[in-house]
Every structure is written in structure tokens, then in C-alpha cells.
């Protein structure tokens, strides 16, 4: 007929935005398993800022054991290669362009790989890692050194913040959102005031928390607007010989200090199961005993995944 | 009944004219804008489009409005039967129809046509991508060189490997991979000029051992091993294990 339909196609010269918008539907795996080599031009597209803007690989956990000494886990090597192979390529064409990068909290990433990570996306602005144990000191202050853009940060409890936050306050002007996933002491949060006064947003959502920690967060952190303690475990410790008790619900003292927040989350209701599995679990949530998926939610709109 | 049934004029870049309503034709946001911001009596000019293709995506356009105006009795699922069976066409003309969805602006025809093609990549290597779309493979033995090089350094330096090979660096850059890697063997190739001391000195502290390729291989006295992996992505990465006196 015409003369057209016997000439093919070149797919390799299709306009770079159709093959973004075709890229766009794959997820990770397959964004990494080889498109990028069919041609230079496919590269081209595979390398595209849109497709990089998160990298999500909260589909990826360790293949690990728990042992009794630190870092407390054992990752199979070959679970570590695999991660290593995705994210090296991933960060490779991502050419920098990678603004929000997702952990699963069963992926342990080791320290060399944070550093190496944390190079190759310096434009970061949000970090979601909620297992630290093979993180040294020395890596995550590396990395929070490079990303100087960094405004949002979801991190396990640890027992020593200050070298963090101070790290954080010293190169992370615009930082402005933290959720921590654990126990909150009053230490933690004496913390977060001294070297982060000005933050934003707080979460800490399905964690233990004690009242007198709860009021200093209301009482000193003056730029705070959104505080997320939904299903939290909530102690009060009157002075003795009186017992500890749990908190039922918030006392007009917390009420009137927390209405100047723009968003006061909060739920502790018996019925609520979230409510019920903080209680069981004690304040630390095991994670790993619930629904694929159920770690990401937040009632904050911006730390949820 | 007035407005429904206006009718607009559209002429292909094979001169073929196509009389269809309204409703159909602003499917498309080009042909929309045209029609609203332009002469609206006049024949709208889609150049970069054959009568064929058009015909075709007139249809598509047509199914779609009726089915959500309800003029036409068919359920969600026997919709996307009819969109699935739109796309089983021959690939130029899968071809033809993205790039005129794209040119026309019919989002919804775009994204049926891309996750076509998605489909038809994805759980594919490389090679076998290139052959059902007939793509010539560009990347020239430099770049392909060059790219698994970078690649291959950083990947050593996670210990991502069993065997470091070390080629072409800086010193500062060698030492920074000796210093990191998990690597229990490391391999420095014969044009590498290096510092055996310093290298030595790091690699005895983390209990690598070094082996030096020699300038010539072919020295009898020299036992070879090659190991061959597969990475993947369609690298093949070999690693040579020389031992020679250093």
C-alpha cells in the first residue's frame, strides 16, 4: 500500500519524553536490569532527572540473622551484593538527581555503601533509613556532610543523638522534619532542642513516651507545627512514692499547650489497633510481626510513603 | 440536538479528509485548541498524521466518548478488552499511533500505546530488547569501555566482588579502593604504574593479597586462572589471577 509501512520504525530516535513516559511505569528492578544499554539514546532517557526524583527501594530487605553482639545483625553476602549491584547502577543513572531515597526497615545498609551513596546523591532532601546497625558514626556524619540540602529525615531511636543533631544543625540549613521510629527519651528530645530548636515537624508516632518529655517538646520547641503522636504509648511519672501510670488520655495541661500547633496528632483510643500492637510491643515496635507496608504510614501527610 | 452534532473537518498529511463530530475530535487537545482558538469552519490540518493512523485513532477516540457519554452499553472490563485489542497491531503501527497520540495530545491513547510498549520490554536483556525492535547497538567500544570501567572500580570498592582488579588509576584513587574494599584478593594490571611499597605496606594491614600482572603473560612460568561472572546487567566482567614475584 504505502510506501511508509514497509520502511521500520527507528525506536532507538523516539522522542526522549515517549521513552521517559515508557520508563516511567517500571519500577526499580527493571529500570536497572539493562535498558540503559540497548542504546546510547535509551540511556539518555533512562538517565532522565523525572524518572530519579525517588528512589525507592523499600521493596528490598537483608537476608539476615540476628546475633547477640554488635551490630547485632549478620547480612548474607550475597543479599549485600545485590543491594550494592541495584543501588550502584541506580545511582549511576540517576546522574545526582536523586531528591528522596527509601530504605526498607530490614535493610541494613553498611557504612561504605552509605558513603558511597551519599556522594553520588548530594541534592538530597529526604532521607527514609529506619535501620542504622551497621552505620557508623563516622558514615552518617560523612553523608549528612554532603547533603546539605537535607530537610526531612526518618531514623531509627538511638541512644546517643547529639553528634547527629549537631551535624545536622551544622550542615542542613533547611532542615526541617524528623520522625523517629522507637523509644523517645527525654534525653533524645533535650537534645532535639538544644541543636534543632527551629524544626518543624515531628513525629513520633507508636513509640513510648513519657508526659514530662512530651510538655518540654510543647514548652520549647516554639517554630514546632505538626506533632504526630498517634497510638503512642504515653507514661506519666508522678513524683514518689506514687507508681507510673499510663495515660488514658491527654490532660488539659498538654491540650492547651499543643493548640498552638497547626497540627496536633494524636489517637489512644482502646479500639484502635495500632493503639493495641505500641501496648504489646511495649513502645518499640516490631515491625516485622505486622502487614507488608504498615511501617510507612504516617497521619503526617509528608512523612508518610 | 445543535450542539452534538457539529461537525469538524480534519485533513491528514495524505490529504485524506475525515468529516467527524465534535464531542470526538476534541478528544484530542491539539485539535481542540486549534478548533477553539482558530477558524472554526475551516479544515484543521493534522500534518504529522496518515489517514490510516487517524482512521484508526478516530475509532479509539469514538469508543471512548460513547462509552462515557453511556450512548453505547459497555462495561468497564469489556473496555479495556477493546483498548487491549486496539494495540494488538504490527509495530510500525503501534509506532505511528504513539507518536501521533503524542503530537494530537490524546493522553489517555498515549498511555494505552507506552504501557504497550513497556510490556513488550519488560523481563527482557538487553539483546533481546534490540532484536524485537530492530535498535542498532551504538555504544562504540570506548564508550562500552568506559562505562564498565567506572562501573567496575566503584562496584570492586564495595567488595561487591571476590577479586579487585586495579587498572588505570591515580594513586590516591588506588589507595582509597585498597583502604575500602572488602576484597580479599586485588589484582594490579601490567600497565598499572604504582607504588608497590606504599600499596603493599596498605594492602598487608587489611590482609589482601596483592598480585601483579606481569608485562608479558605469556612467560611460561606463570599459572593463569580466569574467572568469568556475569553482573547482570550484560557486563562480563573477567578477572585475570596472575601470581608472579613482586
Known amino acids: ?305 | 440536538m445543535g450542539s452534538t452534532s457539529t461537525k469538524i473537518k480534519l485533513r491528514t498529511s495524505d490529504q485524506k479528509v475525515f468529516e467527524v463530530e465534535k464531542a470526538v475530535a476534541v478528544q484530542s487537545q491539539t485539535i481542540k485548541y486549534i478548533y477553539e482558538n482558530g477558524c472554526p469552519d475551516s479544515v484543521i490540518h493534522v500534518h504529522s498524521v496518515s489517514g490510516d493512523i487517524l482512521s484508526k485513532i478516530l475509532d479509539y477516540c469514538k469508543k471512548h466518548v460513547n462509552s462515557a457519554a453511556g450512548k453505547e452499553d459497555i462495561s468497564p472490563e469489556e473496555l479495556y478488552e477493546w483498548d487491549a485489542n486496539f494495540v494488538k497491531v504490527d509495530q510500525n503501527t503501534l509506532f505511528d499511533l504513539i507518536l501521533a497520540a503524542n503530537c494530537l495530545k490524546i493522553e489517555s491513547l498515549l498511555d494505552l500505546t507506552c504501557q504497550t510498549v513497556a510490556n513488550m520490554i519488560k523481563g527482557k536483556r538487553p539483546e533481546e530488547i534490540r532484536t524485537t525492535f530492530n535498535i542498532k547497538n551504538d555504544y562504540t567500544i570506548e564508550a562500552e569501555e568506559a562505562v564498565r570501567r567506572e562501573n567496575k572500580w566503584a562496584f570492586d570498592m564495595l567488595g561487591g566482588v571476590g577479586t579487585m582488579v586495579i587498572e588505570e588509576l591515580a594513586d590516591d584513587t588506588m589507595s582509597k579502593c585498597v583502604t575500602n574494599t572488602k576484597s580479599r584478593v586485588c589484582v594490579i594490571a601490567a600497565n598499572q604504574i604504582v607504588m608497590m611499597r606504599s600499596i603493599s605496606k596498605l594492602a598487608n594491614k587489611k590482609s589482601i593479597d596483592v598480585y601483579k600482572q606481569p608485562q608479558n603473560p605469556t612467560t611460561p612460568r606463570i599459572k593463569e586462572s580466569v574467572k568469568q561472572r556475569n553482573v547482570g546487567t550484560g557486563f562480563i566482567e573477567l578477572f585475570f589471577h596472575f601470581k608472579c614475584k613482586m
Not at chain 1, 522522542?15 to 544499554?37: H, N, P
Not at chain 1, 543513572?93 to 558513603?115: A, K, P, R
Request: hydrophobic residues 40%.
Open chain 1, 1 to 305: 500500500m504505502e510506501e511508509s509501512d514497509r520502511v521500520a520504525r527507528r525506536w532507538e530516535d523516539l522522542d526522549i519524553d515517549i521513552l521517559v513516559k515508557i520508563f516511567q511505569s517500571f519500577d526499580i528492578i527493571e529500570l536497572t536490569s539493562g535498558i540503559a544499554t540497548v542504546c546510547t539514546s535509551w540511556r539518555m532517557a533512562c538517565c532522565d532527572p523525572l524518572l530519579w526524583r525517588t528512589l525507592d527501594l523499600s521493596m528490598m530487605k537483608s537476608n539476615f540473622i540476628k546475633i547477640p553482639l554488635e551490630p547485632y545483625v549478620y547480612v548474607d553476602a550475597r543479599s549485600d551484593k545485590t543491594l550494592n549491584h541495584l543501588l550502584k547502577t541506580s545511582l549511576s543513572l540517576s546522574q545526582g538527581n536523586i531528591m528522596t531515597l527509601i530504605f526498607h526497615f530490614n535493610l541494613y545498609v553498611s557504612d561504605d555503601l552509605l558513603t558511597y551513596t551519599a556522594e553520588r546523591c548530594p541534592r538530597l532532601r529526604r532521607l527514609v533509613m529506619p535501620a542504622w546497625n551497621r552505620i557508623k558514626k563516622t558514615g552518617i556524619c560523612k553523608a549528612i556532610r554532603i547533603w546539605q540540602d537535607l530537610k526531612s529525615l526518618t531514623m531509627p531511636s538511638i541512644a546517643n543523638p547529639p553528634y547527629l543533631l549537631e551535624e545536622i544543625a551544622n550542615n542542613c540549613k533547611n532542615f526541617s522534619e524528623l520522625k523517629v521510629m522507637g523509644p523517645f527519651d527525654n534525653f533524645f528530645a533535650a537534645t532535639i532542642i538544644t541543636y534543632l530548636p527551629k524544626i518543624r515537624v515531628l513525629s513520633l508516632r507508636c513509640s513510648m513516651l513519657v508526659k514530662d518529655t512530651l510538655i518540654s517538646i510543647l514548652d520549647e520547641l516554639r517554630n514546632l507545627e505538626v506533632l504526630n503522636i498517634s497510638h503512642c504509648l504515653l507514661i506519666e511519672i508522678p513524683p514518689p512514692p506514687a507508681p507510673r501510670r499510663i495515660m488514658r488520655e491527654l490532660d488539659q495541661c498538654v491540650l492547651d499547650k499543643a493548640s498552638r500547633l497547626r497540627e496536633f496528632l494524636t489517637c489512644m483510643k482502646d479500639s484502635c489497633i495500632m493503639c493495641q500492637r505500641t501496648r504489646n510491643d511495649e513502645g518499640l515496635m516490631r515491625w516485622y510481626k505486622y502487614e507488608e507496608g504498615v511501617w510507612k504510614a504516617d497521619e503526617v501527610s509528608s512523612l508518610s510513603l
